[in-house]
């Protein structure tokens, strides 16, 4: 590899070739090849961040938990600025249940990147994670004073409000919103308090407020519409939505939110129409596609399920409607070629792992269920509908991924 590695590449292309040839070692499960060529990149370029990363993830993927931490120890050393490098070290150290080698690296972090938001959030997630509640608050309030930012503010109310002490919650929230009142998320966080506690009126007016400065936020929208929904006002869950898509144009969100409005309401045939206007308005959304596929009746859904595909053949919420499309006909073998399709393109969708995982349950064997958990823990999904609704229920604060994935799947009805 030394030997061969740097013959006919112009020296601007190196970088970017090595990458690529790394890359197709990896593809030919050439493995040794591949750490060979990153070491030889490594000599050459020794402060570029992003080589340091990619043999990063390798190690994670390919390697051992040592060979990931030693790479990760000499990558600081070159790129002590790196935020990104010193978290995966930290974490790396924590999952192996290491808290107080964990604490150390995020310590040198900090030396080498003072008033940092990264290190300072990933050392309070270290402390609350661990049940160390009280060493959490002393750093979020030293993050407060002496880095205060908008996420900083957010997680001291989160923490506030897992833990039960709403009033404290509620104060660090006012707080915070007298600095930062178009960050949309601390409006969020209010109403949502104030529904918890039954404040209708008052979740009301935080919402109201928040969209005041914060038009542009599509949760916003959502929590108020549904705020009203729950309460019975269709009328004006409908007014709201109709405002937001005013403000917003071309935002699918807020138009699905707007097609479900109506059909939980059962008016399915306003439904349809505004399923129209929507796909006129967003073409290429597949949220909307991969909804629209489920308006059909079932004669009709395959149809619909190739327009879907035609428009928006790379989108893993189409891809996921396909894959449930195929498990709604017993089409076992097929459903279940989509569903690993749909998690390779986006692993980041919790969605598609929680139904993989429920077909697995009704189809697969222990092995495949086991299989799909393991990849979904790897992967650490963020996003989706179903998924948030379990993850940043304040109930499930300090459930791991597993556990997620088999609550979403359990709150799964196969009524496709």
Not at 261 to 273: D, F, M, W
Request: hydrophobic share 40%; with cysteine.
């Amino acid at each position: 590899m030394r030997a061969v590695i740097g013959i006919g590449i112009e020296e601007e292309d190196r970088k970017h070739t090595w990458m690529e040839d790394a890359d197709s070692c990896v593809a030919h499960n050439a493995l040794e090849c591949a750490r060979a060529i990153y070491a030889y990149a490594l000599q050459v370029f020794p402060s570029k961040k992003s080589v340091w990363l990619r043999a990063a993830y390798f190690e994670k993927n390919h390697g051992t938990r040592e060979s990931l931490e030693a790479l990760l120890q000499r990558a600081v050393a070159h790129c002590p600025k790196a935020e990104v490098l010193w978290l995966m070290g930290a974490k790396s150290k924590w999952l192996a249940g290491d808290v107080p080698a964990a604490r150390s690296i995020l310590a040198l972090a900090f030396q080498a990147n003072p008033n940092s938001e990264e290190i300072w959030l990933a050392a309070v997630k270290l402390e609350s994670e661990n049940n160390e509640y009280e060493r959490a608050r002393r750093l979020l309030a030293k993050a407060r004073s002496s880095a205060p930012t908008a996420r900083v503010f957010m997680k001291s109310v989160k923490l506030e409000w897992v833990l039960g002490n709403i009033e404290a919650a509620q104060e660090l929230c006012e707080e915070a919103l007298k600095h930062y009142e178009d960050f949309p998320k601390l409006w969020m966080m209010k109403g949502q308090i104030e529904e918890q506690e039954e404040q209708t009126d008052k979740a009301r007016e935080a919402y109201s407020q928040g969209l005041k400065k914060c038009p542009h936020s599509t949760p916003l929208w959502l929590l108020l519409s549904r705020l009203e929904e729950k309460i019975g006002q269709l009328t004006r869950a409908r007014a709201i939505l109709e405002k937001s898509r005013l403000k917003n144009p071309k935002n699918p969100g807020l138009w699905l939110e707007s097609v479900r409005l109506e059909y939980r309401a059962g008016l399915k045939n306003i439904a349809n129409t505004l399923m129209a206007k929507a796909l006129q308005e967003c073409p290429s959304s597949g949220v909307l596609w991969s909804e629209a596929i489920f308006l059909e009746a079932r004669p009709q859904r395959k149809t619909k399920s190739v327009d879907a595909l035609k428009k928006c053949e790379h989108d893993p919420h189409v891809l996921l409607a396909v894959a449930k499309l195929f498990w709604s006909e017993r089409k076992i073998t097929k459903a279940r070629e989509w569903f690993h399709r749909t998690v390779k393109i986006d692993s980041d969708l919790g969605d598609a792992w929680a139904l993989f995982y429920k077909f697995e349950l009704q189809h697969g064997t222990e092995e495949q269920r086991e299989e799909v958990r393991r990849r979904c823990e790897n992967a650490e999904p963020r996003h989706g509908e179903l998924w948030c609704a379990v993850s940043k229920d304040i109930a499930n604060w300090q459930r791991k991924i597993g556990e997620i994935l088999v609550l979403v799947a359990a709150r799964i009805k196969n009524t496709f």
